[in-house]
C-alpha cells in the first residue's frame, strides 16, 4: 500500500482504516481505494494542506473521510453538495461497527 504523499505513521494507519471502510461499506478494491485515497489527497487546495496538513484527516476521522472519498473520487460528486448528500444517504453518523474497528485497529495498536 502506498501513498503519494509524505504523512507520519497515525495517518497511515488512519487512513488504511478509511481504506478499509471504502472496501467494507462501498465495495472498492483496495488498490482502488488506495488511489482513490491518494487522488483526493491530491485535490486538497493548498490552502487545505498548508492550514490543515494531514490533521484534516485525524479531524474528520477515518470514516468520514471515506464517505468523502467515496463521494468525491469515487462517485464524482459536487462539492458543493456533499454534507446534503451525505445527510440524505445517512452517511452523517458512523456507523457502531465502524467504530468498534476503529478501536481495535487504532487504539489499540501496539
Known amino acids: ?3 503519494n504523499f509524505t504523512t ?7 487512513l488504511m482504516i ?3 471502510f471504502l472496501q467494507h461499506y462501498f465495495g472498492y478494491e483496495e488498490n482502488a481505494a488506495v488511489e482513490m485515497i491518494n487522488d483526493f489527497d491530491a485535490s486538497r ?3 487545505s494542506r498548508e492550514s490543515w496538513g494531514d490533521d484534516y484527516y485525524h ?12 463521494y468525491l473520487i469515487g462517485l464524482g460528486g459536487d462539492p458543493a453538495q456533499f454534507v446534503e448528500w451525505r ?9 457502531s461497527e465502524a467504530k468498534q474497528y476503529l478501536r481495535e485497529n487504532y487504539y489499540k495498536r501496539e
Not at 507520519?8 to 488512519?14: A, E, F, I, N, S
Open 1 to 3: 500500500m502506498q501513498f
Open 45 to 47: 487546495s493548498d490552502a
Open 87 to 95: 445527510t440524505a444517504k445517512h452517511y452523517d453518523e458512523t456507523p
Open 59 to 70: 479531524h474528520e476521522g477515518a470514516y468520514a473521510t471515506a464517505v468523502e472519498v467515496h
Open 18 to 20: 478509511a481504506i478499509y
Open 8 to 14: 507520519d505513521d497515525d495517518t497511515v494507519q488512519l
